[in-house]
């Protein structure tokens, strides 16, 4: 129902910063789901894991530990639009990083989420 378009990944060093976009289109999430949309990364070998998420109703956001101080989640209601600033990045922030939309769960769970984007990667080097 919703597709989401990631962009914005690429190689850095480490302590640069990137910015990740999340493109949505399709039809629009009804108004009576409290929905949310997040970010995951998941690195080879590793299971995938949540790294932010934005109520969009509310615009609460939530934070994986490893990335609070560093990361920071927004969105742009008039560009149906998501973005990651990725700031102070590291070595270990290096995977896959995937946008996804959902409702009705825990935000860090990946099973809570519906629909999901294609990836962009985001390499760090040491």
């Known amino acids: 129902q919703v597709q989401l378009v990631e962009s914005g990944g690429g190689s850095v060093q480490a302590g640069g910063s990137l910015r990740l976009s999340c493109a949505a289109s399709?039809?629009?999430?009804?108004?009576?789901?409290?929905?949310?949309m997040g970010w995951f990364r998941q690195a080879p070998g590793k299971e995938r894991e949540g790294v932010a998420a934005?109520?969009?109703?509310?615009?609460?956001?939530y934070y994986a530990d490893s990335v609070k101080g560093r990361f920071t989640i927004s969105q742009d209601n008039a560009k149906n639009t998501v973005y990651l600033q990725m700031n102070s990045l590291k070595p270990e922030d290096t995977a896959m990083y995937y946008c996804?939309?959902?409702?009705?769960?825990?935000?860090?769970?990946?099973?809570?989420?519906?629909?999901w984007g294609q990836g962009t990667q985001v390499t760090v080097s040491s």
């Open positions: 996804a939309a959902g409702w009705g769960g825990n935000v860090f769970y990946a099973t809570a989420y519906r629909s």
């Open positions: 399709g039809h629009p999430y009804s108004a009576k789901y409290n929905y949310y």
């Open positions: 934005i109520y969009i109703r509310g615009g609460s956001t």
